[in-house]
């Protein structure tokens, strides 16, 4: 045996030999660079269009207003003090990212034209910690799979955070741990599936909180839902969804659901809201409500128009229509 692993050995220095003395290169490893602003380069655009891909770009704090920034490689930005980004209003978005991989964190974005941060059908994509405000139209808006979009503070804008599946795939992304304020839609979902909207608070957002439309198989779970004006968490024509765990309080319907079936909602706390606590219009089928809490709602604590076949049980509740 001995003699074995002698042989082997002195066969692998013969290889090595070889390999050597045949000039073998090996690859030089690429190690990520760190530029920062404005120390190296004085604008953002300016360090990105130096940066190579896997590179992080730091800025420090200050004001830009630089139009819009396409971030078109996988590049990581990070904020460090009070970075303001500012799109003037002229700027369409102010972030636009064309690239999978791109993290934006720490900054203050406002006053875009369409969006603060737009993902252009991207995936694997992280925004976190960001405050963007003063929007026209979506604070953070997403087309891609897999993107994580988390700790941000949303406030001020048309919509808080807009998940549209029309024109590219849309699914699987995180929405977690955002705060989604005084806008006039909290988080919209449109033709968008298999998304996780969870332990996110939202309050005083004009239309509604949470709305899914033409969209199936979402979890919505954990969220703080309150002080809304018509609607905390409304499924529009959408299938298969699991909304649970959440607490919705003083809106005018806390959790109402309108052509959509074979959804499930359990264990939610829906109290005190102006009109209804948990709401079925024209849902025509195979809906389970089960195991939520529904009580002091002015109208009724739960409501259903009498269509489809639908399962209540295990609710707290004091009043209903039937």
Known sequence: MKEKVVFFNAFLMFLLSAMLGANLVIPAVSIPDIITVPE???????AILAAGPGDTIVVHEGLYAEGEIVVSKPLTLIAEGQVIVDGLHTAWSVFRVKSDGVVIDGFIVKNAQYAGIFLYDVDNC??????VADINGPGIHIEGCNNVVEGNKVLN?????????MFFPTSHNVI????VESNSWGIDLIDS????????TLNGNNNASIVLFFSDYNTINENKVANNGQLGIALLVS??????ENKVANNGIAIGLSGSGWNTVE???VNRNTLYGIALYSSYACNTIKKNVALGNKGFDLYCDGT?????????YKTRNW
Do not use: M, P, S
Request: net charge negative; aromatic share 8%; proline share 0%.
């Open 267 to 269: 264990e939610n706390r």
């Open 40 to 46: 190296d380069y004085l604008t953002i655009k300016e």
């Open 193 to 200: 599936d298999h998304n996780v909207i969870r332990q996110n």
């Open 239 to 244: 299938h298969h969804n699991l909304v649970n």
């Open 126 to 131: 992280r925004i976190q910690g960001n405050a």
């Open 157 to 165: 804008n048309d919509v808080g955070i807009y998940l549209i599946g």
């Open 308 to 316: 489809g076949y639908n399962t209540w049980i295990e609710n707290i």
């Open 176 to 179: 977690q741990e955002n705060t």
